[in-house]
């Protein structure tokens, strides 16, 4: 199985700050990388695709880079709305695991 | 619009059975793969699987063989998870979601069914 860490596991910032979340997996896996982000009691939502394709519909501001083992998310300019925990997943291979979560908090 | 409506929320008892439905509308449910994912309280989220809605065979993560069921009826557009001899730990919000082919991302997620098991 592949294994998908992510760091930080939280981070704290305010508004109008640039975020970057980093995923590594455990082999190479192309770009079969995927990124959601869940508000509390809500279901996830799909932000990017394929590491770095942005899902119709989803601020330009976020963005996804990285190929291989290791990527990133990046927030330009965090919002209100943005404020949430966010999931890398891996659809190189099945089992399709997720990283165990970044929680983005208000500082 | 594209949209995964699943069942209402659900008590159980220790060893009884539990079925969630996933209703897909907007779409042919058979052009899309759907994946089943699970999330325990305060954890993170974990894949259980898949359903290839063209062929109704299922794909099983390790640790969701053997009580785990997944199945599905396109007349109604509807895929079912099915949870038998249900244990405490099994007490989860199950998500459904619509699984894109070759990539095998999620793109549109039901809102989630939260299964309680508790004597």
């Known amino acids: 199985d592949i294994q998908m860490t992510q760091s930080p596991s939280s981070l704290s910032a305010s508004v109008g700050d640039r975020v970057t979340i980093t995923c590594r997996a455990s082999?190479?896996?192309?770009?079969?990388l995927n990124w959601y982000q869940q508000q509390p009691g809500k279901a996830p939502k799909l932000l990017i695709y394929a590491a770095s394709s942005l899902q119709s519909g989803v601020p330009s501001r976020f963005s996804g880079s990285g190929s291989g083992t290791d990527f990133t998310l990046t927030i330009s300019s965090l919002q209100p709305e943005d404020f949430a925990t966010y999931y890398c997943?891996?659809?190189?291979?099945?089992?399709?695991?997720f990283g165990q979560g970044t929680k983005v908090e208000i500082k | 619009q594209v949209q995964l409506v699943q069942s209402g929320s659900e008590l159980k008892k220790p060893g009884a059975s539990v079925k969630v439905s996933c209703k897909a509308s907007g779409y042919i449910i058979s052009s899309y793969a759907i994946s089943w994912v699970r999330q325990a309280p305060g954890q993170g989220l974990e894949w259980m699987g898949w359903i290839n809605t063209n062929t109704g065979n299922p794909t099983y993560a390790q640790g969701f063989t053997g009580r785990f069921v997944f199945s599905l009826d396109t007349s109604v557009s509807t895929a079912y998870l099915q949870i038998s001899s249900l244990k405490a730990e099994d007490t989860a919000v199950y998500y459904c979601?619509?699984?894109?082919?070759?990539?095998?991302?999620?793109?549109?997620w039901g809102q989630g069914t939260l299964v309680t098991v508790s004597s």
């Open positions: 997943q891996q659809s190189y291979s099945t089992p399709r695991t």
């Open positions: 979601a619509r699984d894109l082919d070759p990539e095998h991302y999620f793109d549109c």
């Open positions: 082999q190479s896996m192309s770009d079969y």
